[in-house]
């Protein structure tokens, strides 16, 4: 997500009456664009499956000069989504569904009939729309990132809906914004943002030679649902040159692994070679030794990222995300495996202050929070005690643990 500050608070919303804490993570309900009323029902997208899409999709890679007819191919989306397992959860992708029915519904009211129409302006009209009331920045965000997923989806389809960029910088992040479609180009608050109060308080501190206290440190916010799967997206269509190494590091990270970790990831440290399902981290100075569990997607990747080393004939022993001649544990391989997950994001249209690779290891204890309702089990994919840093980590409220 581009950063966009909210304005100046006013005064009386800076008196320090209670500890600022950042807020919690949304829940999938609230981020449901919204019943619509009994007498206008949004008309459902048609249920195709992935071998109907994957047919339509040639049709149109044969013929790239016919109209991309929203009708057509957004109801194809679904059946990706469905048949790659890119959501986390069923809720998750049920949401992104009901998202896309409603864009599906708003162009032709708004007069789009081809999907190269639909430009920043037009992505910006549908992400601010008032559909339901005024809608609330966690629907913003979602809505936003619904739009980035299903271009990313029509790019794995084949599917070409933008020209050359115009933009400015290196020739990987141009393409990257022609995958990620208009949508990415929008600037978007940031979730989890710090008060001017907060800002100040850390600046003074630093001034001062002290340490911000730790509510006034703006943390690396964990992924949201629909920004992990733009993630796998995003490194699905990566240069086929370090494809693997950019997946099985995203896979890697989403378990749990920091970057000083996925470097030492070697083949004989997941369960199985041949299906893994766990694998062993070597721990860090800030995180302990420990075994993770997979994430249905990794596993896939994992699994096929595996066999294509074995057929190479490369040691079981060898390091899976990291090729190069330097010690793993290098502080320049950490910083490599760290860079190459930041252009996963920037690519993916996933920036601002409160987004860093830890991100998405914070994602992952988030999830772990959400699927078990037990903090030991965030810790324990953190490599943490399960105390107030585990807490801020994952961004969550001690109010709603008790």
Request: proline residues 8%; charged residues 20%; hydrophobic residues 40%.
């Amino acid at each position: 997500m581009t950063a966009a500050l909210p304005g100046a608070l006013a005064t009386d919303d800076l008196r320090p009456t209670a500890a600022a804490r950042p807020r919690a993570p949304f829940t999938l309900v609230g981020l449901r664009p919204g019943a619509p009323s009994a007498a206008q029902p949004l008309p459902a997208l048609r249920d195709i499956s992935y071998a109907q899409a994957m047919t339509a999709a040639a049709g149109h890679r044969s013929d790239p000069n016919q109209p991309l007819a929203p009708a057509d191919l957004l109801p194809l989306l679904p059946a990706v989504w469905r048949q790659l397992g890119l959501f986390p959860t069923e809720d998750g992708r049920a949401a992104a569904i009901a998202t896309l029915t409603r864009f599906a519904a708003w162009l032709p009211v708004n007069k789009v009939t081809d999907l190269r129409d639909v430009d920043t302006a037009c992505a910006t009209r549908f992400v601010n729309g008032k559909f339901d009331g005024e809608p609330t920045l966690e629907h913003k965000h979602w809505r936003r990132m619904t739009l980035i997923v299903s271009w990313l989806t029509l790019d794995h389809l084949g599917i070409v809906t933008a020209g050359a960029d115009d933009g400015e910088g290196p020739a990987w992040l141009a393409t990257a914004r022609c995958r990620r479609g208009p949508a990415g180009e929008i600037p978007a608050a940031q979730l989890f943002r710090l008060t001017d109060l907060q800002r100040t308080r850390a600046a003074k501190a630093r001034r001062a030679g002290k340490k911000p206290q730790p509510t006034d440190v703006l943390p690396d916010r964990p992924l949201t649902e629909i920004e992990i799967v733009a993630g796998r997206l995003t490194v699905a269509g990566w240069n086929p040159a370090s494809r693997d190494q950019i997946t099985v590091s995203w896979a890697l990270a989403e378990a749990g692994a920091g970057t000083g970790e996925i470097p030492c990831v070697r083949g004989t440290d997941f369960d199985d070679l041949a299906a893994p399902t766990h694998v062993h981290l070597v721990g860090t100075r800030n995180a302990a030794p420990r075994t993770v569990a997979l994430t249905p997607w990794a596993r896939a990747q994992a699994t096929r990222v595996l066999r294509r080393l074995e057929r190479a004939a490369v040691p079981a022993g060898a390091t899976v995300a990291y090729t190069g001649r330097k010690d793993p544990e290098h502080k320049d391989v950490q910083a490599s495996i760290s860079g190459n997950l930041n252009r996963v994001l920037d690519a993916a249209g996933i920036t601002g202050d409160d987004v860093a690779p830890n991100s998405i290891r914070h994602w992952a204890a988030r999830h772990a929070y959400d699927t078990t309702g037990r903090l030991r089990a965030a810790a324990g994919v953190l490599g943490r005690d399960y105390g107030i840093d585990c807490l801020h980590q994952i961004a969550l409220d001690p109010v709603e643990v008790g």
